[in-house]
């Protein structure tokens, strides 16, 4: 059914110009099926591959050790951009500015000797439902400091390859095998059918195709899969582009558009409603979807 819809939808949307920056999340996990320094040297050995010019990668620094030091310096040595996160993944349950505050200039402080990192900074607080007294307080916070804007657009099937990879290693550690060729498909499959999708309503809406930022997950399946995927994208009709191009639109920008966003640009955009991002850890009803997408084309990958 996804394919049907992808290229179903690809018909629509093949004759206009698209561009796409690709970033990553949920960075710097630790050894699972791959030694995480093995992972991020391949990761990055494919995106040059694959012909991608720069990646985002969005860096929580809490428990940084020195081996994670040395994927960051090989992230930047590359010439991919490090973009500041935040301290902890507790941080945005906080109802203190203040602590916000800290967290983004720890952060920052260890970020700052990495010439990839240019005070880039992607928080979620400042686009989610959440006190309006306190965003604002942190985006003059951030803007009076010299800070620049991160952010990205809210893919609904965000985070379902991270999804992918659980199962994936639950595989791997109960010494199964897996069809790689099928699931290398299903994942190329899911996250560009999601995309151009997201593209289409868009279209529909402004008459061109805005700058987007696709989300990955940092993991086994990306480092695997992002030849097959990137490869997909280009034939579906985008163009691989930085993620600094898209933060110097002034379309695109969010202080532009009077916010100091993280993933509400599109939003402000298009004018529609702001919506919560789905984060790799809640899936929700989007669960049911992907298994039986997953029966269907990895038979057995999920028992």
Do not use: C
């Not at 994670?68 to 040595?77: C, F």
């Amino acid at each position: 059914m996804l394919s049907a819809v992808l290229f179903s939808t690809l018909g629509s949307t093949l004759v206009h110009a698209r561009e796409l920056a690709i970033a990553f999340e949920n960075t710097l996990q630790p050894s699972s099926s791959l030694d995480a320094m093995a992972r991020s040297q391949m990761l990055v050995r494919n995106l040059a591959t694959a012909g991608v010019p720069q990646a985002m990668f969005l860096i929580k620094t809490k428990g940084i050790d020195q081996k994670d030091k040395a994927r960051l310096s090989l992230y930047s040595d590359k010439g991919h951009l490090l973009v500041n996160a935040g301290h902890g993944h507790g941080l945005v349950t906080k109802s203190d500015l203040y602590a916000y505050e800290i967290g983004i200039l720890k952060a920052n402080r260890i970020l700052r000797s990495y010439r990839g990192y240019k005070k880039h900074v992607y928080f979620s607080y400042l686009h989610e439902y959440g006190d309006a007294n306190i965003q604002q307080g942190l985006a003059n916070f951030l803007q009076e400091r010299g800070y620049r804007p991160a952010f990205a657009n809210p893919n609904p099937l965000r985070g379902v390859d991270q999804y992918l990879d659980e199962l994936y290693q639950k595989k791997i550690r109960s010494n199964r095998a897996v069809n790689m060729a099928a699931l290398e498909k299903a994942y190329v499959d899911l996250i560009s059918t999601s995309l151009v999708q997201e593209d289409a309503l868009a279209f529909n809406l402004l008459g061109y195709s805005p700058k987007q930022i696709l989300v990955l997950q940092e993991n086994d399946l990306a480092a695997y899969f992002i030849v097959a995927l990137v490869d997909q994208l280009i034939a579906q009709g985008w163009k691989i582009i930085p993620p600094e191009t898209v933060f110097n639109d002034p379309i695109a920008n969010p202080v532009a558009a009077n916010r100091w966003g993280a993933n509400g640009y599109m939003n402000s955009i298009t004018r529609l409603a702001d919506e919560r991002v789905a984060y790799w850890r809640v899936l929700g009803d989007r669960k049911a979807r992907v298994d039986a997408f997953l029966h269907s084309n990895v038979p057995g990958f999920i028992e």
